[in-house]
């Protein structure tokens, strides 16, 4: 291990720094400092105690060892309060909106600006508020829409812009990026740049490799809880940063084409000229057996309806969708789930849409068709474990989740769990939306493998990805959405970024994708 010696210049130290909850050993004797006025990424897979970090800078969990010093003095950051009083601010990858209530609402918590009499002054919020937002480059949000309506990368800008409302000196950014796509992340960058020049620290979490090199300055690498390496990001090509990341070499991260095109089988998933939600308004498109069929889109192109709409979860207005050449009818998810549809959602969200998080992972994996365990109302545990010990091998995640809460598992095992349970279920159509937001690369390449051999084995796969490469190394073909329609249907023997993202910004047009 490296250890980085305090100096004077130094924002942030971390001396001999443990915490263990039960019998995980979260972060192992950690030393490391972080440069006053930098920006500083904090790299590991899920688990390797980055988030922790993070919690214990927060005030959210102490250290049982070890010290932490800031701006040259020792501090005991033992509450929330206690480190908001040393200027540190969190935006944080699970967000702490309180949904249900409004924007203002959610950017004055804790600290509300009062009258005289103690009442919020909620005409000097309002205005000081959207100045802030003016300030940071954020439009089109109204201060009075409740927090739930809005988008997930809406909420993680939101997120974002009060943790710098509260003025921090150093602000930490746990995975800022995860749900924002490109034109949100380069904004990000630009509110980045702006707080360093006023000469606020910056610790930066992030799987995103082209990220750091764009944002940050130095790196800390973390493994297994244990700091690894402290440096300039300059210093460590991209190989040898996710070597360290993984302990391992990654030879290659995505899966290997098959030679020539894809073998195909029948179509099991079309949609024609469907609207549904808020957003979608006329697309069309036929899944195919042994298909991973891309989609591409910026935010709030009609991408979250479609997926959303085909497992029943969303209105669906016009249009005709077909599940094995048979126009059907789905309204729920109970109806997509059922054998002779197959239908599985992993949702963008796992922690609030796609888990339970006190319960086991056992629980979670068969609860979707827990009916076909049951005989005369008795659940056969035997059927059911055999059928989840399956799943969980083929996700490869620890055989200890099946009687563990998934709560106390990282982002990437909760990530597997999601999609074991479709597993479990037999699902023939898996509907994928962006499911490696926040996951390390490692976990990552694990889930390409997965996907891979799904669709090999006779699956299906939807799949829509923030990250472009994804879908160029990954897809057979790619849809983009465009205004909320299929503005190319881009082969795999065309696919490059530059074309996705040029229609993604609506430069092709759907006769000019299959002539050109």
């Known amino acids: 291990m490296t250890s980085v010696s305090r100096t004077s210049q130094s924002a942030i130290d971390l001396e001999r720094v443990s915490k263990s909850f039960g019998a995980t050993v979260a972060v192992d004797d950690v030393t490391f400092s972080i440069d006053k006025g930098s920006v500083h990424a904090l790299l590991g897979e ?30 005991r950051l033992s509450n929330p309060r206690v480190s908001h009083r040393h200027d540190i ?62 988008d997930l990368a809406i909420q993680q800008k939101i997120e974002i812009a009060r943790a710098v409302y509260r003025k921090p000196k150093i602000l930490l950014l746990d995975e800022p990026t995860s749900t924002l796509t490109g034109r949100d992340v380069d904004w990000l960058g630009e509110v980045i740049a702006g707080l360093k020049a006023q000469g606020v620290t910056i610790v930066f979490i992030s799987h995103r490799i082209p990220e750091v090199r764009a944002f940050c300055d130095r790196l800390t690498v973390l493994r297994n809880g244990q700091h690894i ?56 498109f036929a899944l195919h057996q042994g298909e991973i069929l891309g989609v591409a889109g910026l935010q709030g192109m009609g991408q979250l309806d479609l997926f959303l709409a085909c497992f029943g ?22 109806e997509a789930i059922r054998a002779n549809i197959g239908l599985g959602l992993v949702p963008e969200d796992r ?87 926040g996951i390390d690369v490692g976990t990552k390449h694990e889930l390409y493998l997965l996907m891979r051999e799904f669709a090999e084995a006779g699956g299906a796969v939807l799949f829509f990805s923030t990250e472009i490469p994804e879908l160029v190394h990954l897809a057979d073909r790619v849809l983009v959405l465009y205004g909320g329609g299929v503005s190319a249907d881009i082969p795999a023997e065309e696919l490059s970024e530059q074309a996705i993202v040029r229609a993604a910004l609506g430069g092709i047009s759907k006769v000019e994708a299959r002539v050109s």
């Open 46 to 75: 899920n688990g390797a105690g980055k988030s922790t970090i993070v919690k214990m800078l927060s005030g959210l969990v102490e250290a049982d060892s070890g010290n932490f010093t800031v701006f040259g003095e020792r501090k």
């Open 89 to 150: 601010q969190t935006a944080f990858q699970e967000m702490t909106l309180v949904k249900d209530l409004t924007v203002l609402d959610n950017m004055l918590l804790p600290y509300a600006p009062v009258s005289l009499i103690g009442t919020v002054n909620r005409r000097a919020a309002v205005t000081a508020i959207g100045a802030h937002f003016a300030r940071l480059g954020i439009e089109g949000i109204d201060l009075y829409d409740e927090v739930g309506t809005l």
């Open 229 to 284: 390496v402290t440096g300039d990001v300059s210093e460590f090509p991209d190989a040898e940063v996710i070597e360290m990341i993984i302990g391992r070499s990654m030879a290659q991260t995505f899966p290997a084409r098959a030679e020539g095109p894809p073998q195909l089988g029948p179509e099991v998933l079309a949609v024609k000229n469907l609207s549904a939600g808020r957003k979608l308004t006329d697309a069309s």
């Open 313 to 334: 979860m969303a209105d669906i207005h016009g249009g005709v969708l077909s599940v094995d050449g048979r126009p059907v009818v789905i309204t729920s998810p109970v």
């Open 351 to 437: 922690k609030t849409e796609a888990l339970f998080l006190n319960l086991s992972g056992k629980h979670n994996a068969s609860l979707p068709v827990i009916d076909r365990f049951t005989r005369f109302g008795l659940i056969d545990t035997s059927a059911e474990s055999e059928a989840i010990d399956r799943a969980f091998d083929r996700v490869e995640v620890d055989g200890s989740a099946a009687w563990t809460r998934v709560s106390a598992f990282s982002g990437g095992n909760q990530q597997k769990i999601a999609i074991a349970k479709w597993l479990v279920a037999e699902s023939r159509i898996l509907l994928l939306f962006d499911p490696t937001r």
